[in-house]
C-alpha cells in the first residue's frame, strides 16, 4: 500500500511539473503582415521590431493566460496582393486571432476587405492613416473589427495645409504616389491649402518603383512654384527630390510624414534640404515615450524615430493586453477588449515590463485599465480611429528636428473653420 501511494504522489508530482511545464510552453500566435522589403521596408522592419519588443516586455511580466505572445511575421513586399495572401494564410491556416498590419494604407485595405472584416478577424494597422478605411466602417464594411494606432490623413491633411501657408508657401507643385495614400492625403490637403489661400500650381501622381521620374519632375516644375509638396516613401521620394534638384527645382520642400527618414535625408544631401518641413501624427509624451526612446534602439538596431516605431509598439502592447481582458483566443471577445484596454476609466498603465505586470494583475482582478502608450493616451471611436496631435518638423544639419505641435483642439477647430 505504502508503495502504491509513493508511486501515485510521485506520478501526481510528475503531472504537476508536466502541467507547468505546458503552461510555460503554451503560445498566443499574432499574425504580422509588414513590409519588410519594397519601398515601405524601412517601415516594416521598424514596425515588426516595435511588436517584438511589446510582446517581449508582456512575456516577460507574466503573458497572456498562462502563454506568451508570439508572433508569425510575413512580408507583405509593400503590395497588396501578396499581403493578401500572408494574410489569407495565417488566418486559414495558421488561425490567428489578430493580424497586426500592414503599415501602409495599400496594403491594409486589401487585407482588409478580402481577408480580415470577411472572417471577422481583428486587424490593427500602427499605421495606415487613409480616410478609405473611415469610410470602410461607415459603410459597414468592416465588421467593426478594424483598428489604428495613428491619425487619419483627414486630419494631417489639414495641419500640413496650416504648417505650408505658415511657412511661407504660397505656390506648390505637388507630386505624389499613385496608390489610395497619396491621392487621399493630397486630397484633404488640397482643399484646405486653397482656403487658406494657397495656390497649387500642378498636381502630378506617380507609379512606384520607377527608375526614374524626370518625366513626372517636368510635369510638376510648370507654373514657377516656390516649393515642392512630396508625398512619398523615403526611397522613391529620394529619386524625386534629387531628380528635381538636379532639373533646377526650388530647394524648399513640404514632406509627408514617412519621409521623416534618416535614409532619405542622406540619400538627397542634407545641404540640399536646408528648406524641407514636414508633418507626422504627434505625441503626447508620456511614461511609455521615455521607455521607448530609451530602449527602443537597444533591442532593434533601429532609430526610435522610424514612424512607424513608436505607434507599431502602441498597436503590439493594446494587442497582447486586449488578449489577456479577454481570456481567450476568441476573435470577437478581443474585439470588444480592444477598447477596454483603453478605457479612459481605467488605472493608467504605461510601456515595460513592471507596468505590464501591474495591468495583468489588474486584469485578473477584473478592474480597467487605461493604457497609456508611447505615442499617449488614446480612445477608438466605433470606426477604430483615434484622434491626436500633429508633430511639426523641419530638417536642420540633416537631422529631424521638431518645429512645433498642432493640438487635436488646433486641427479641429481649423477642420471647423474650413467647413463653414
Known amino acids: ?180 495614400f497619396g491621392v487621399n492625403m493630397v486630397a484633404e490637403f488640397s482643399r484646405a491649402y486653397k482656403a487658406l489661400g494657397g495656390t497649387i500650381v500642378s498636381d502630378t501622381p506617380y507609379n512606384e518603383k520607377q527608375s526614374s521620374y524626370a518625366s513626372e519632375v517636368t510635369a510638376a516644375m510648370g507654373g514657377e512654384p516656390d516649393g515642392l509638396y512630396l508625398v512619398s516613401t523615403p526611397v522613391d521620394g529620394a529619386t524625386i527630390a534629387r531628380t528635381w534638384i538636379s532639373q533646377g527645382g526650388v530647394q524648399k520642400f513640404l514632406l509627408n510624414d514617412g519621409m521623416n527618414s534618416p535614409d532619405f535625408i542622406d540619400s538627397v544631401g542634407a545641404d540640399y534640404l536646408k528648406d524641407a518641413y514636414g508633418t507626422s501624427s504627434g505625441t503626447s509624451p508620456t511614461a511609455s515615450t521615455d521607455y521607448f526612446m530609451k530602449t527602443y534602439k537597444d533591442f532593434s538596431g533601429i532609430e526610435p524615430s522610424n514612424p512607424a516605431a513608436d505607434r507599431s509598439y502602441d498597436a503590439g502592447a493594446i494587442v497582447g493586453l486586449a488578449i489577456a481582458i479577454a481570456g481567450s483566443d476568441d476573435p470577437a471577445k478581443i474585439k470588444d477588449a480592444m477598447f477596454k484596454a483603453v478605457d479612459p476609466a481605467g488605472t493608467p498603465i504605461y510601456a515595460g515590463k513592471e507596468e505590464f505586470a501591474k495591468a495583468l494583475d489588474l486584469i485578473k482582478q477584473g478592474k480597467p485599465i487605461r493604457y497609456e502608450g508611447v505615442i499617449g493616451p488614446v480612445a477608438f471611436d466605433k470606426y477604430g480611429d483615434i484622434t491626436g496631435p500633429f508633430r511639426l518638423w523641419k530638417i536642420v544639419d540633416g537631422k529631424v528636428t521638431t518645429d512645433g505641435e498642432m493640438s487635436t483642439d488646433d486641427v479641429n477647430k481649423l477642420q471647423a473653420q474650413l467647413n463653414k
Open 1 to 180: 500500500m505504502k508503495k502504491t501511494i509513493f508511486q501515485l504522489t510521485t506520478a501526481m508530482a510528475l503531472l504537476a511539473v508536466a502541467g507547468v511545464a505546458n503552461a510555460a510552453d503554451c503560445k498566443v500566435t499574432v499574425g504580422l503582415v509588414m513590409e519588410l522589403t519594397g519601398p515601405a521596408g524601412e517601415y516594416g522592419q521598424a514596425g515588426a521590431k516595435s511588436v517584438e519588443m511589446a510582446f517581449r516586455d508582456i512575456n516577460a511580466a507574466g503573458g497572456v493566460h498562462g502563454c506568451d505572445l508570439v508572433t508569425d511575421t510575413r512580408d507583405s513586399q509593400s503590395q497588396g496582393n501578396v499581403a493578401v495572401d500572408a494574410a489569407t494564410q495565417l488566418v486559414q491556416v495558421k488561425k490567428v486571432p489578430v493580424i497586426i498590419g500592414g503599415i501602409i494604407s495599400s496594403v491594409s485595405i486589401p487585407i482588409l476587405t478580402s481577408v480580415t472584416a470577411p472572417a471577422k478577424i481583428v486587424q490593427v494597422s500602427p499605421a495606415s492613416s487613409s480616410p478609405t478605411l473611415t469610410e470602410l466602417g461607415r459603410q459597414g464594411k468592416t465588421n467593426g473589427i478594424f483598428f489604428r494606432t495613428i491619425t487619419s490623413d483627414a486630419l494631417q491633411g489639414v495641419a500640413a495645409a496650416k504648417y505650408a501657408i505658415d511657412k511661407g508657401f504660397k505656390k506648390l507643385a505637388i507630386i505624389h504616389v499613385n496608390n489610395d
